[in-house]
């Protein structure tokens, strides 16, 4: 974490702190004059780039409530310069500090608390030298713009409570309505014993309270309002004797020691009183309203947008780390899950292989055994052999003594594989793409007359009928002449031109295979 | 807010910072998830890879019967080599010694180029089926001839044969009585058929 440095301002004498972790040490000390003014300069000569934070601690702090239009971005902030210009001579430390809203009868306004302080000359020198020495200053506080925050480390609940310390500069009043800074002040004090300091409270608190009354910041006849006392350490018992609640007042005092715990300041400097608490929230929760201008804090600002992109980077990286990380895991544990697989498959590979070693020898894979066993017998099973259609048609041949054969083809396949050209035909018409094995009878009918086309009709017919069977089926059947209605058919009864050729026939058979 | 060249300048180097964090970021959920996505497919192959070999593992007391019932055709047909390489010398003796004994009168032959009827895929390697068609034209004195013919062929072994086509024809010349005339023309293809078994030990 970064070190910050915050100075400490008060009326008399400015100190220098360095804030780190939770410890605040005291660097330096400058007094109030040029001399001082020098000595810092001197100081800041090699502390370029050093975050800074000012702190005033002045008696000398306005504070104003106004009303302004309810508005947003910059037309507030339009608004809010024009009335801290009517307000203010220098506005170069003045801040509109928001008090929430208020529904009027027609529109609706902001309360705003309008505080600068009323001689800024003595920290504008102060500040050109932290300009000059070109430092990061992160803003420019007072006492009573950090006192909500310590208000609320202390566990302030109530909506209103005076928050009363004795710092170095003086005893600070600050008064805090709803968490929001309403009104503050400084009473310089002297050296006293605890008890004189725990009756002064009393008594400011008192004036104070009236005032406040007066300003009608505090209903009149209200409940009591709660004081919240940090008193000296080891001072608790005298502050709580001192400070007895009465019904307009009702004080709690919380010791210094206590306050540093919550306020978790681990270590404070020596000497170092009530202030140490606002300083160490100044250093790690500054909050958001302060007097700089937008230009003063320039270089903090510009090193605030290099800290956030880089986080930005960071963050983002942080976020793929952690997708990808996850995706990483998963692989890891998809890996273990494949090698599990892998495993579980080699074992049974290898029970496989140590069984199988007990078959009989193959001389071959028994995949490969079996694949080619398997082929084998659908290749036989789809070959035919010619000697049963040899045998079938001789046995029909026997019943027909007429008929006599000049030729037989022979084909076996499927329609497309056939290689007898005049079957392919017939295998068509036989339908399908099965395996088949095709029959073509040519022959000749005897002892028949040529002009019987009733009775060569008739034998050819019986014929063929006679080969169905056995498997075998009839494609096709073609007679010497043609008696369908689309040939023509041609006679010559009793005349002399007879040539006493005998009839030709063609009878086609198919038969399937598995 | 308008930034100055140097304010610029000065904003340069964290940004490049963060964009390189960022990218490193995007390859490392890149690099994730291509490992990612390879896993998942490894993974896909291994299960399936061990559904497999469990399948198998649960199929083997099948499996023991097909090979005890597969292995006596397996070895019948390696004793007859159909499996293994062509033996064409081995068909040519054949035909001429079957010609010889059945006193065939006319008997030629052509075996054409073997060309493969397909490949069957088998573990560890294919088993593929070649066939060399062998064209045959005999001169019959009667169709038991024929019959004869591709019986003594099939008997004679190295291949498998399937005769594919069977032409027979009268030849219509008369028989003179001194000299022995062919009365019918048999004109076949038959297929040789052979076996290759890439993974058979030889």
Not at chain 1, 271 to 292: N, R, T, V
Request: with cysteine.
């Amino acid at each position: 974490m970064a070190t910050r440095r915050i100075l400490y301002f008060t009326a008399e004498d400015h100190y220098l702190y360095r804030s780190v972790g939770g410890a605040l040490e005291l660097e330096a000390k400058f007094t109030g004059d040029d001399l001082g003014l020098t000595a810092f300069r001197d100081f800041l000569r090699g502390q370029r780039g050093a975050l800074f934070a000012v702190v005033a601690d002045l008696a000398g702090e306005d504070f104003h409530e106004e009303q302004i239009p309810f508005v947003r971005g910059a037309d507030r902030e339009a608004v809010l310069s024009r009335r801290l210009a009517q307000r203010y001579r220098d506005t170069r430390l003045a801040a509109g500090l928001s008090l929430g809203q208020v529904a009027g009868a027609e529109r609706r306004n902001e309360r705003v608390l309008l505080t600068s302080f009323t001689n800024t000359q003595q920290l504008t020198p102060w500040l050109d030298a932290l300009e000059e020495a070109g430092v990061r200053l992160s803003g420019v506080y007072s006492i009573p713009l950090l006192a909500p925050a310590l208000a609320s480390r202390l566990g302030v609940k109530d909506t209103r409570v005076l928050l009363v310390t004795a710092n170095r500069a003086g005893l600070r009043q600050c008064y805090v309505e709803n968490g929001r800074l309403r009104f503050a002040r400084l009473e310089r004090t002297v050296e006293m014993v605890p008890q004189a300091l725990a009756m002064f409270v009393r008594s400011e608190t008192q004036r104070l309270v009236q005032y406040l009354v007066t300003l009608r910041a505090l209903p009149r006849d209200g409940s009591a309002v709660q004081v919240l006392v940090v008193a000296p350490p080891g001072e608790r018992a005298t502050f709580e004797q001192a400070l007895a609640s009465d019904a307009r007042l009702l004080f709690r005092v919380v010791d210094y020691a206590d306050a540093q715990q919550v306020a978790k300041l681990r270590r404070a400097p020596e000497g170092a009183a009530a202030e140490a608490l606002f300083l160490h929230l100044a250093a790690h929760k500054p909050p958001a309203e302060q007097f700089a201008s937008r230009e003063d804090r320039r270089r903090y600002f510009i090193w605030q947008l290099q800290r956030g992109v880089v986080a930005a980077g960071v963050a983002g990286f942080a976020l793929c780390a952690l997708v990808g990380g996850s995706r990483w895991i998963e692989v890891m544990s998809l890996r273990g899950q494949v090698e599990d697989e892998t495993h579980a498959a080699r074992t049974a590979t290898q029970q496989y292989e140590r069984i199988t070693s007990t078959f009989p020898v193959t001389q071959t894979s028994t995949e490969n055994l079996k694949v080619t066993v398997v082929e084998f017998r659908r290749i036989a099973e789809r070959s035919a052999d010619p000697q049963r259609t040899f045998q079938h048609v001789s046995r029909v041949l026997e019943q027909y003594p007429q008929f006599e054969l000049d030729s037989l083809r022979w084909g076996a396949g499927r329609p497309s594989e056939l290689r007898d050209a005049p079957l392919k035909p017939a295998a068509q018409a036989a339908g399908g793409s099965d395996s088949l094995v095709l029959v073509e009878v040519s022959g000749r009918v005897q002892a028949t007359q040529r002009n019987d086309y009733r009775g060569i009709t008739a034998q050819v017919q019986r014929f063929a009928n006679s080969l169905v069977g056995e498997g075998y089926e009839l494609v096709r059947t073609q007679l010497p002449f043609d008696v369908t209605s689309e040939g023509i058919l041609t006679g010559d009864i009793g005349g002399a031109a007879e040539s006493g050729e005998a009839p030709r026939f063609t009878v086609t058979l198919a038969r399937r295979l598995p | 807010m308008r930034f100055t060249r140097e304010e610029l300048k000065r904003l340069a180097f964290p940004l490049v910072l963060a964009l390189a964090a960022l990218g490193a970021g995007a390859a490392l959920i890149w690099g994730a998830g291509g490992a990612l996505r390879e896993t998942q497919a490894r993974l896909a192959v291994a299960q399936a890879e061990r559904r497999a070999a469990n399948e198998r593992l649960a199929r083997i007391s099948e499996e023991e019967r097909e090979v005890s019932e597969k292995i006596d055709v397996y070895q019948r047909l390696k004793r007859l080599n159909i499996l293994g390489e062509e033996h064409r010398l081995e068909w040519a003796d054949a035909i001429t010694r079957i010609r010889a004994q059945r006193e065939l009168l006319d008997l030629r032959y052509a075996v054409e180029r073997q060309r493969q009827l397909f490949s069957a895929p088998g573990k560890p390697a294919n088993v593929d089926f070649f066939a060399s068609t062998m064209k045959v034209q005999l001169a019959l004195l009667h169709e038991e001839d024929l019959l004869r013919f591709l019986a003594d062929l099939r008997e004679s072994g190295n291949a498998f044969y399937a005769v594919r086509r069977c032409d027979l024809t009268r030849t219509g010349q008369a028989a003179t009585g001194a000299t022995m005339t062919p009365r019918l023309r048999a004109d076949c293809d038959i297929d040789l058929i052979t076996i290759m078994d890439r993974a058979a030990k030889r």
